[in-house]
């Protein structure tokens, strides 16, 4: 992998949520929980991938292993921005478009 060729970037996003324990839950928390927005999260990495549909990003890369990857779909994604632009092309770059 060569990280030259990968931006790095902030993706601002929105995440869904899920609330309750198993069995019954209280209608009136849930209620009040319901009308709470959901929360806005950031994350910063290395992007690799980007698509219609979601953009995947590791916080860590080396020459054999990397990190857990995030996969953020385009309809979460509030911004995106480039921190560090890619200072060589990926031979795919060029076949890639997207809106993001």
Do not use: Q
Not at 10 to 19: C, H, P
Not at 68 to 73: A, D, N, R, S
Not at 84 to 93: A, D, F, G, N, Q
């Amino acid at each position: 992998m060569k990280i030259d060729t990968l931006p790095v970037v902030e993706v601002v996003w929105v995440d869904a949520e899920e609330k309750g324990e198993i069995g019954w839950n209280d209608i009136k928390e849930m209620m009040r929980y319901a009308k709470k927005p959901c929360p806005t999260m950031h994350t910063v990495g290395y992007e690799v991938h980007r698509s219609d549909s979601h953009v995947a990003i590791l916080s860590t890369i080396g020459d054999a292993e990397c990190s857990t990857m995030e996969k953020i779909p385009t309809g979460f994604i509030v911004s995106r921005t480039i921190l560090r632009p890619p200072t060589k092309k990926s031979p795919s770059s060029a076949k890639t478009k997207s809106s993001i």
